[in-house]
């Protein structure tokens, strides 16, 4: 919405006309030496680009899902992440509540609900995108770089990159919270430890399946 009042256009809000413009006004402003970028959950696919605007958007694109093998790790990130109010590296030190283990079922719940949809986008859609793990991202952050950056055909400011790559650490709040929920992580989502009763979707049959014939709808 600020965007779209701040560039003079109508704000989408689930109209495809407006949509449309709106993705084209955006790859115009937002893109770099001819090249335009975004990552999407997909949960903001699914209100937003599931029309011509999204189709249009991906005719052609290079699509990169990125996957995570370490599962509990990232369920842990995510509820950091929700518990932080961020979901990225600009996480400010202060007091976080303490480690939640339904704030960690929620991620885990929220993390095998996108995947599945995903790889439902993709099989329905026939999109082929290239699959790159976090733990190869992470580990040699400039190696995935220069793989895109062969994918696109586009050359890399190697000062650029190297700036980057010197201001990526973390803010020790945000380490002293993952420790915690690793702990409880490691006591409840380990195999023995696993609960099918308490780890169960919630008892809404009704909400479930009627969510459930939305998703496939709107793909």
Not at 44 to 63: T, V
Not at 136 to 145: F, H
Request: contains cysteine; aromatic residues 10%.
């Amino acid at each position: 919405q600020r965007l779209a009042k701040r560039w003079g256009i109508p704000v989408p809000a689930g109209r495809p006309r407006a949509v449309d413009g709106y993705v084209r006004t955006l790859i115009e402003k937002r893109s770099i030496n001819g090249i335009f970028a975004t990552k999407l959950q997909f949960w903001q696919l699914q209100r937003a680009l599931c029309n011509p605007a999204g189709q249009a958007l991906f005719a052609g694109a290079n699509l990169i899902y990125l996957t995570r093998g370490d599962a509990q790790a990232q369920a842990v990130s995510l509820a950091v992440a929700h518990d932080a109010g961020s979901f990225g590296g600009s996480v400010k030190p202060r007091d976080l509540p303490p480690a939640s283990s339904r704030q960690l079922r929620r991620a885990v719940t929220s993390i095998q609900r996108e995947d599945a949809n995903f790889q439902r986008f993709f099989a329905l859609s026939g999109l082929r995108p290239t699959v790159m793990s976090y733990a190869e991202v992470t580990g040699d952050l400039a190696g995935a770089v220069k793989r895109i950056a062969f994918m696109v055909d586009a050359q890399i400011h190697r000062a650029s990159l190297a700036a980057y790559l010197a201001n990526t650490g973390r803010y020790g709040a945000q380490r002293m919270q993952y420790s915690h929920y690793r702990e409880m992580a490691r006591r409840e989502l380990l195999p023995a430890a696993f609960d099918a009763d308490r780890y169960a979707a919630p008892p809404f049959g009704r909400i479930r399946r009627l969510v459930e014939r939305i998703t496939r709808r709107a793909i």
